[in-house]
C-alpha cells in the first residue's frame, strides 16, 4: 500500500464534553473530511468505549479504511487500546496515528476558537502523516526469567522469596555486609510489639537457603544494558579479604586494636576494623573494612591472621565483576534518616544524651541504658517532626516521615514497659496514627501514662551532663513549657538512600523532586517505574512502615511476576534502518549513537534492532541521509510538520517533544489545567535529536514562524547534547534569513511542566517583537526545501 | 581601608563614650572612619518601620545616598542600624518597582539611590576586614575578666543578609572577646534577645525590663564581671536598664556594661575616661579594678 | 458584651489579603506548632503568643490591630528563623503595625518618638547632658548628623511630608524650633 492508496478513516472524540465544550469537534470533521484521501470523518461520544471501537472495526471492515486517525487524548492513555482495534479489524496496527486534542488542546486552552482551529491543524498534521505510514510487526523474543532485586532490606527480602516461591531465579544484590537493612536494627515493631529481629531472621535465612536466590553481599550494581526483558548487568563484588571457610568463631576480632563507629548500632558503639556487622548476619562471615584496616591503610599489623583457626583470611581478594542476564529488576533501595546536626538549636552532637529514633532502638535492644553512663533514663523527651513537614530547605524535607508518631509512642511504651518509673513525653505537632492498630495503640500510649505536649519543640539545650533543657509551647494551655530531660530522643525525617538518585540514572528511570523512585502512575501501576521490566518496593519509593513494605514486596512480585510469566516481549519495531545503497561506511552513526547499537562489518554499517531504543539521533547526522527510522520516517515526519504548519493562528510555533518525559509532562500540563498560548502546536518525536536543520527548515517553510525542541530531561539525548544540536541549527538559520532566536530549546522532568509553559510564553512573547517569518523568506524557504524532499501526496 | 561613619543615634547622642572609644581603636587597626555629614536616624526598625513603612524605606534610602556620593562602604556600629540599612540597601538593590518609586521621592531632594555600596557591621569589619590575629596583635594589656559575650539579634538574623552561618551557635564575638585577654562565660539563654527592640522598651518598659532583668540574672549567675555587647541599644538597656531595675523591682545587678570597642580601646592601653566608661548609668568603678588599671 | 463566639461570617477577609499584597504570603502554610511561641523572650514574662497573633492575622481578626499584644514583639526574628513552614512572623507583624497606625492605633509614648524623629532627625535627640558628655570627651559638641545639618534636617522633612507620615502620626508643623 504506497501513500497514495491511502484511504483514511477519522474519528474525532468528544471524550464526554472535555474536548468537545472547547473543540468545535463537527466543525473540525467538516474542515478534516475535504482532506485528500480522508474518506470516513466521523465524531463520537467516547471512541475508546465498545461501540467506539467498533464504529472503527466497522470502517475498516466495511468502508475499505487502511489508515486510521483517531484524534482525543494523549497516545499515552490509549495509544495500545486503538492499535489492538485496528488488530482486530485485520488491519496492521501501526496503520493508527493519533491526534492529541484533549491534554495538549482542550485541557490547556479556553478559547474555542483557538482551540478548534489547534484541533484541525493536528489532525490534519496527523492525516497527512498517516498516509505514509507502513505496516511493521514487533519482534518477539524470549523473556529471561531471572530477576534482580537490588538492596537486601526487609523490602529486597520480601521480593525475593515471593518470586523464588513463584519459581523465578532471583539475584538479590546487597551492598553492605550482610543483608536485613535498617529492620534488624529495630527492637520490636509496632504495634504489636513483635520482636523485630525475631520476624526478619527468619526470612533472612529462608532467603539465603533458597535454592533459586543468590545473595550477593558487599556488592554494587555498576552498569545495567539491554532492554526490558533482557537486561545485561554488571555486578561488582567488593572483597571481605575473608574465605567463605570463616568460621565466624570471632577470635579475630578481640585481637584488631582498629576501632570504628559501629554502623549497625547506629554510632552509638564501636566495631573492629575485622568485625561481622551483627549477630544475626546473613551471611555469617566476617569482613575486613579496608578504609581502616591498619595492612590497607598503613602496611602493618595483620595480627587477625595469626589467630584465625580457620586461615581464613586473605588479604589479597580484589574486586570480583560477575555479568548476570536478567529479565527484570527490582529497586529496593530503602532510606537514611536527614541529619539532626543541621537543626543547631537541637544540639545533636554536644550531648550525648541527644540521640535519633534509630539510635534509641540500639539503646533498647542494649537495656535502655543512657549514652553517657548506661544507667536507666528517669526523664524522657520525644522530639517529632525533625526535618519532616518543613518548607525549610537546608534543614529538612516537605513531607510527612510517615513512622514518627508511631515510633516514639512504640518507644514510650517499651520505655514505660522496661523503665516502670521513667517519665516519657511525647512533643508532637500532630499524631498521625492512621494505619490498622494504631489509634488504639496510640490509647495504650494514654493508658501507660505516657504524657503528651502538642507543641513543636523550639529549643534543646544541654544544661550539664545529666541534664537538658527542651523548651515548646503547650498549645492546648497556650503556655510555654519547659523540662529538664536526661534523654532526649530525635525523630528524624526519612529521605531516600543515598544512592537511589545514582542507581536511578543507571537503571534508565526517574526520580521526583523528593529523591525517592517515581512510579509509573500514582494510582494504578504503583510499584512500577517509568521503565518496562523495572519496579520498585518499598521505602526507594516512599517512606513506609515494615507492614506497608510487605505489601508492596508482594505486590511487587506479582507485578515481576505477570511481566516475566508472558515468556515473550515484544521488540518495538519501530527501530532505525541503514539503507545500505546510500551508506558509504564512514562510522559517524557508530560513535555517537547513545546505545552502542550500530555494527560495522567489512563493507557497511546496520543496526542492531534488539539494541536500537529509537531515539532517532542518528538520523539527521548521517550526511548521506542513509539511515532512517521505523515509524518516523523522514516521509512521514516531513508529511505531518507541513499538515500541521499549513493552516492555523500566527504566530506560530511548533513543539517537537520527545515522546515519554516530555510529552507526558506536556500531558501532566493538560491534567493540572495549566494553560499557554493556543499558537503552539506539539508533534512528538522520539527524542528532539531526530529533528536536524531539514526538519527545521521545512517547518518554517510551511508556515511556523518559531521553533521549540522539547526534550526529556535523563534520557538518551542528553542537555548538552541538545544544547550542542540546537546551537550548530541556529548558526545555519542566519543563513537562510531566519533569526536565531526563533528557535528555542529546554529539557524538562515530568513534574516540572511549568518550564513547558514558561518556554511557550517566552517565544510567542517574542515573536510579537519579530513579528511572523518574512514572507521572502518563506517563499525562499519553500523553494529550496521543495530540493530536501518533501514528500508528494 | 576607608569607611563612612554610621553613627545612628543613641550612641552619639546617649553613649558618646562609645563614639569617642570606635574613633580612637579603629584607626590603630588601619580603619579610617569619614563621617557622613547629615544623616539623620537610620531609621530606627523597631519604631519608625513598625509604624510606616514606606517612610522607613525613604529615610534609610537618603542616608545610603549618602555614603554612596563617599563612594564608601559604611559601617555601623548598632545592630538595629544595621538591620535598616543593611535591608533597605538589599530591597533598593533587588527589587526595581521599590527603587523607582523611592528613587522619584529622593530626587525632590537632589538625591538618588544607586546601590554602589555595602553596609557592615562594626562586627563584620572587624572579623573578616581586620582579622581576629591584627586586633591580637594590636594588644597591649590583656584584659583578665570573665566576660558574658552578648551578641543580640539583629546581627545575626535573619540570617540570610547575614554572612556569619550560624545564628544559634556564633563564636566569631566570643573569639574576638577572647583575643582581648578576657574569659567568656558561658550562660543561659545566651543568644536570646535584651528586650529593647520592636518598640518594646518604649511602648511597654516593665515587659522590656523583666525580660533583660532574665538576662542579668543568667549573667550573673554564670559568673560574670562585666557584659560586652556590640549593640547601643543592648547596652542601653543593659547599663540603664540596670538602673531602672534597681528602682522598680529593687535588685541590683551591679554588672557593668562595655561595648566592644570599649574593651578593645583599653587592652590597647587608653585609660577608662577617654573610653567614657566612667559615663555609664551601672558603676564601672569595681570593673576598673578588677582588671587593674 | 464580650463575644465568646467567634462568627465565621464577620471575618475581615481584607484583613488576610492586604498580608499577602505585603509580601507575607507564605502565612498561609502555618500550622500552628508553637515553635515561634516556645522561642519568644515576651512570650516567657508575657502571655503573648507569637502564635496566637499569626492565628489571628490568618483568620482575619481586625481586633489584633487595636490590641497591646501587637506590640509586645522586639523583632528578635527566632521564631522566624526556626519555624518550619518559613511563616515571615516579622514581616506579618511590621505590617500589621503600620495597619494598625494607619487606622490611628498608636501608643502616645511611640506618637511622641515619631515627632522627634520629624523634629530632630533623630528617634533619640541629644539633650544637654549628652554635649557636656561629648565635650568632656573631646568629641565636638554636637554629632555631624541632622543636628549640625539644617539643610539635612529639611531633606528629611521634606521626605516626610511627601510620604504623608505627618499626618498619619498627627504631627503639628506650627510650633517647629
Known sequence: MTATDAQIGVYICHCGGNISDTVDVEKVRQEISKLQGVIVAKTYEYVCSDPGQEMIVKGIREEGLNRIVVASCSPRMHLDTFRRTLQSAGLNPYFLEMANIREQCSWIHNDKEAATSKAIDLIRGAVERVRHHKPLEPKRIAINRNVLVIGGGIAGIITSIELADKGYKVYLVEKSPSIGGHMAQLSKTFPTLDCSSCILTPKMVYASQHSNIKIFSLAEVTAIEGSPGNYRVLVTKHPRYIEDNCLACGECTKYCPVKVPCEFEAGLSHRKAIYTPFKQAVPRTYVIDKDHCLHFTKGVCRVCERFCKAKAINFNQKDEVIELEVGAIVACTGFDQIDPHKFEEYSYGLHPNIITNLQFERVMVGGFGKPSDGKPPKKVAFVLCVGSRTLDENKGVKYCCKIGCMAAIKQAILLQKAVPDVDPWIFYTDIRADGKGYEEFYMTAQEHNVHFVRGRVAEITPINKDEILVRAEDTFFGKVVEGVFDLVILSTGIIPSQDTGELAKKLGIQVGGDGFILERHYKLRPVDSQREGVFAAGCAISPKDVRETTLEAMATASRVATFLGQGEISVSPEVAYVSAEKCDNCGICIDICPVKAFESSSEKVSVNPLSCVGCGICVPKCPKQAIDLNHCTEEQLLAQIHGVCEGGIHPKIIAFVEKNTAYASADLAGQSRASYPPNVEMIMVPTTGRIGLKHVLNAFAAGADGVICIEGHGGVFTEDALREHVDEMKKELRKYGIEPLRLLSISTTIPQYDKILNVSATLTERLRKLGTLSEDVRAKLKAETSSLEVPQK | MKLALYLGCVIPNRYPGIEAATRKALPKLGVELLDMNGASCCPAPGVIRSFDKKIWLLTAARNLSIAEEMGLDVITLCNGCYASLKEANHILKTEEEKRKEVNMSLAEISREFKGSIKVKHLAEVLYFDVGVKAIKEAVKRKIQVKAAVFYGCHLLKPRELRPWGSVEKPTFLDEMVKVLGAESVPYRDKMMCCGAGGALRSGALDVSLNIVCERLEAMKEAGAECIVNVCPFCHLQFDLGQRQIAMKLGENFNMPVIYYTQLLGLAMGFTPQELGIHMNATDCKSFIERIGI | ?177
Open chain 3, 1 to 177: 458584651m464580650k463575644q465568646e463566639i467567634i462568627a465565621l461570617g464577620e471575618i475581615n477577609e481584607k484583613l488576610l489579603k492586604e498580608l499577602k499584597k505585603a509580601g507575607v504570603a507564605n502565612i498561609v502554610f502555618c500550622v500552628q506548632c508553637g515553635t515561634c511561641s516556645a522561642s519568644c523572650p515576651s512570650g516567657r514574662v508575657t502571655a503573648f503568643r507569637t502564635r496566637q497573633l499569626i492565628r489571628k492575622a490568618l483568620m482575619g481578626l481586625s481586633e489584633v490591630l487595636k490590641s497591646d499584644e501587637l506590640w509586645l514583639c522586639t523583632t528578635c526574628y527566632t521564631c522566624l528563623e526556626r519555624c518550619p513552614r518559613k511563616v515571615e512572623t516579622v514581616p506579618a507583624i511590621i505590617a500589621l503595625r503600620n495597619m494598625a497606625v494607619e487606622s490611628g492605633n498608636i501608643n502616645p509614648r511611640h506618637r511622641d518618638i515619631a515627632h522627634m524623629f520629624i523634629r530632630y532627625g533623630h528617634a533619640v535627640p541629644i539633650n544637654e547632658e549628652n554635649v557636656k558628655k561629648r565635650e568632656s570627651l573631646g568629641l565636638p559638641a554636637v554629632p555631624p548628623t541632622t543636628h549640625s545639618f539644617k539643610q539635612a534636617l529639611e531633606e528629611l522633612q521634606t521626605l516626610v511630608k511627601k510620604s504623608g507620615f505627618d499626618k498619619k502620626v498627627d504631627f503639628g508643623w506650627e510650633g517647629q524650633k
